[in-house]
């Protein structure tokens, strides 16, 4: 859920983006924060995004995915401390998501705002 570039404790000011495909999502953003994706038994996550357009309602713009941690496009950029703990080896992750692109069917629960 986390992002750097906005303040994230409102999920309505997620920016990564989740656009559609064909049959697939295609997700372009960056998350800070997040504990356990350094960990090499962390094999997938549940991400936060954007889904729904300018028109659609705040609250109802944001939607949540399945996304494989091996999947091309992910980055994991470094390892964060807390008051110089780097809690490891779980750690918390900064990643970047250029063009990764799943199923569509790993929408949980439908996409929001359409
Ligand atoms: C050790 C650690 C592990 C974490 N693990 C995860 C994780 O696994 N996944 C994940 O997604 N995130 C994770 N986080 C991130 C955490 O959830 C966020 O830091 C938290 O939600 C706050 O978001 P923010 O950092 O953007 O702060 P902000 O949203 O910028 O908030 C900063 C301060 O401003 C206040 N504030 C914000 N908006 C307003 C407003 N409109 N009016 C008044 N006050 C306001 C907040 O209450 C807070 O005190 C982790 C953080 C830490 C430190």
Known sequence: MT??????????????????????WVINGRKHWITGAGNIDCKIMILMGRTGTAESPTYRSQSQILVPMDTPGITLVRPMETFGDDDCPKGHMEILFEDVRVPASNMIWGEAGA
């Open 3 to 24: 992002e750097p570039a906005v303040a994230s404790s409102d999920a309505t000011n997620i920016r990564t983006m989740i656009m559609r495909d064909g049959d697939h």
